[in-house]
């Protein structure tokens, strides 16, 4: 008999907001890094069938011209869809202790905030500010229902 082989998938998508701004840097041979934090809320009910929120806090790694446009599109509160892959890595504390961490590898971000924009005429106007960054639509990944909360005045 054939032995069977598991598939190696790897894939994370997440929607969440940046808890703080992004920390940018370039490695000793100038690639550019940015690493940052998404919360992530879930609803639930509890067996009282009382209506809960639970927060999940997320690490994302994103590298070259990536790392570069989210310099110039991502600050705190932001709101991102976030396409990669979960890796580790371990690194010495100030006190020597190694300690490893889990966090997303991005591959894709997309930009998700609304931003306001005045048009001359002394209304505000209001445009996506729904870059694709690495030529790929989320939309695709989205319901309709999650697709009209996203795109809500």
């Known amino acids: 008999m054939a032995e ?10 997440i929607v969440g907001n940046l808890t703080k701004d992004p920390i940018i840097r370039e490695t000793s041979n100038n690639t550019p890094v940015v690493n940052f934090h998404v919360a992530v809320n879930r609803r639930y009910k509890d067996s009282n069938n009382q209506s809960q929120e639970d927060v999940c806090y997320i690490g994302v790694v994103a590298w070259n ?36 961490i889990v966090e997303i590898k991005a591959k894709r971000i ?16 209001f445009f996506e500010d729904n870059l694709e960054i690495e030529g790929i639509s989320f939309d ?8 009209n909360l996203i795109n809500e005045d």
Request: aromatic share 4%; proline share 1%; net charge positive.
């Open 4 to 13: 069977l082989k598991m598939p190696e998938i790897n894939s994370v998508i």
């Open 65 to 100: 011209k990536l790392a570069e446009s989210c310099k110039d599109h991502l600050k705190k509160g932001n709101a991102v869809l976030i396409d990669g892959e979960l890796q580790s890595r371990t690194f010495k504390t100030e006190d020597n202790k190694s300690r490893t």
């Open 110 to 125: 997309q930009f998700l905030n609304k931003l306001s924009q005045n048009n001359g005429n002394g209304k505000e106007s």
């Open 140 to 147: 695709k990944f989205l319901t309709d229902e999650e697709s």
